[in-house]
């Protein structure tokens, strides 16, 4: 054994590495090489019978060459999975944002959640009656959600309230009457809005309270507004989404933005559930808004959408319908 043997096991095996097509190939060679019958191991047995001044330089180059080998497999290792990644990712890729096919959106029988088809249909109905469907933040001021609704900060109608609060002081709107503060700022009257919406409370839950639930409120500005006007749009609102007239009862209220002020609960699987909050717009109010009380009033209401929903279909728990259970959702499609 001569150093050209260790030398020339030098070139072939760093090339038989190289030519290593895939990670098969590459366990093939390296079992060759270094394997119990590997050319290495032979030639590492084959020492022992060397000359002992020989065996000590070759046997340092040939521990060098096995150093160089591990180094050789482990990068051509990395170099060939990566490449088997690139070719997966490139055989398997789907482009997520093509529409779906019209067929597999039918097979797969996507649908909308109660909520929103709801949601919709009282849209259809208020803009039938010459309502405009508005929007407003969730994160709120204090101003919009309380101040200008007459709550002031040390109103005792903020405990019924409490919400979420942000470090920079503002809160996550306790109810859609924040919308009304802001359609009063930007709209003239006569003006008619629904807006629906998402709200937050600290709340106790349980079967018909949600920490995080649906409203939507109603305002109608304009001249000689009556109660009568009210029950009127409620009646209205209450048989089209049901389709027939239901069992509701009328009662006072007391919120601080409305006067006088009425609670309207329907029949719902043998008890009264408390569903659409009503009244005649505060004179306050409507001066925060910048509205002359003298020559403008209005009424307004904020319906519980989620309780709404819940007895349009017979559902027991509010808390299924932000479950995110399929189970639930795929009996409304
Ligand atoms: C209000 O939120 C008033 N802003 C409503 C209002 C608007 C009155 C305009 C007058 C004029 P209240 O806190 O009662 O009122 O909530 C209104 C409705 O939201 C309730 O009747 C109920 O249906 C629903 N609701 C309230 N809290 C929850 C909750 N935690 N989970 C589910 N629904 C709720």
């Known amino acids: 054994m001569t150093k050209e043997t260790v030398e020339d096991l030098r070139r072939t095996s760093l090339a038989s590495v190289e030519a290593a097509a895939t990670i098969e190939e590459l366990d093939n060679a390296r079992r060759e090489l270094l394997g119990k019958k590997g050319s290495l191991t032979q030639i590492l047995k ?43 990712l490139e055989r398997e890729w789907i482009d997520v944002s093509l529409p779906v ?38 994160v709120e001021t204090d101003y919009c959600n309380f101040e200008a609704l007459n709550i002031p ?25 924040s919308i009304q503060v802001r359609s ?33 409120e109603g305002m ?8 009568g006007h009210l029950i009127y749009f409620m009646r209205t609102l209450l048989r089209e989404i049901f389709g027939g007239e239901q069992k509701i ?4 209220g007391y919120f601080p933005f409305v006067e006088p002020g009425f609670e309207l609960d329907i029949w719902f699987q043998g008890r009264w559930l408390e569903l659409l909050p009503c009244g ?21 209401f904020g ?16 808390r299924h319908l932000q479950s995110g259970d399929l189970r639930f959702a795929k009996q409304f499609r």
Request: charged share 25%; aromatic share 6%; net charge neutral.
């Open 46 to 88: 084959g020492l022992g019978g060397v000359d002992p001044e020989l065996r000590k330089e070759l046997g340092s180059l040939v521990n060098q060459l096995k150093g160089e080998l591990d180094g050789a497999i482990e990068l051509r290792r990395k170099a060939l999975s990566s490449a088997k990644l690139d070719q997966a």
């Open 303 to 318: 319906l519980g959408l989620s309780r709404l929903v819940m007895s349009r279909f017979q559902i027991d728990d509010i």
């Open 153 to 177: 900060d040390t109103h005792p109608a903020r405990d019924m309230q409490d919400t979420f609060f942000t470090t920079c002081g503002h809160l996550l709107r306790t109810h859609t009457s």
């Open 249 to 252: 009862r009328l009662r006072p």
């Open 184 to 216: 009063l700022q930007r709209m003239k009257p006569p003006l008619r809005i629904v807006a629906p919406g998402r709200c937050f409370r600290y709340e106790r839950l349980d079967a018909s309270h949600e920490h995080t639930f649906y409203q939507m």
């Open 101 to 138: 096919h019209s067929r597999i959106a039918l097979a797969d029988n996507g649908g909308l959640h109660p909520l929103t088809r709801v949601q919709r249909e009282l849209e259809h109905i208020f803009r039938g009656l010459g309502f405009t469907v508005v929007d407003g933040p969730e």
């Open 280 to 300: 005649l717009v505060h004179p306050k109010v409507l001066e925060f808004g910048g509205i002359d009380s003298s020559e403008w009033n209005g009424f307004a």
């Open 220 to 227: 109608m500005i304009d001249r000689h507004v009556t109660v």
